[in-house]
């Protein structure tokens, strides 16, 4: 709670979270996931008919887990993160808070942890960059809403 530097920062990112629910992203993954699998067995199957030794088998299933986690699940995920960035942003802004430093703190975020932040491909978030970027380009719109609600 130290991190957060207000009452705006930490209302975006309980807004965040409640979106995650709103917007039934868990049901989501859970329906998506049917169709990630189904596209794992069919990469499966054709990197085995490629390669079809039961030694191949092996390292044919850990190709699709990892071809199916890089290609589909990851990006998929990152989707929903900055679906409920954007609309944790327009509940913010509804609920009458100051939403034009939200990106501050994914700026924050990225200060702290640049170092060690993994490449983006690899994560289920966007990179802390990509989220302030994306925040700042809504606002505008955003900032509409924050004036209609506070008025």
């Known amino acids: 709670m130290d991190f957060v530097k207000n009452d705006d920062e930490l209302a975006f990112i309980i807004a965040h979270e409640m979106s995650h629910t709103i917007l039934q992203h868990g049901a ?17 199957l054709i990197i085995w008919s490629m390669v079809p030794y039961d030694t191949g088998s092996i390292f044919t299933e850990k190709i699709a887990e990892n071809m199916q986690e890089y290609f589909f699940s990851l990006p998929y995920e990152r989707v929903l993160e900055k679906e409920a960035d954007i609309v944790g942003m327009i509940l913010s802004a509804k609920a009458c808070f100051d939403v034009r430093n939200n990106s501050q703190f994914w700026h924050r975020m990225n200060d702290l942890n640049e170092e060690n932040e993994m490449p983006e ?31």
């Open 28 to 44: 989501e993954q859970m329906s998506h996931s049917r169709i990630f699998d189904i596209i794992s067995i069919a990469l499966s």
């Open 121 to 151: 491909f690899l994560s289920t978030h966007p990179s802390n960059i990509n989220r302030a970027r994306d925040l700042e380009d809504f606002l505008p719109q955003v900032q509409q809403l924050n004036y209609i609600y506070s008025n």
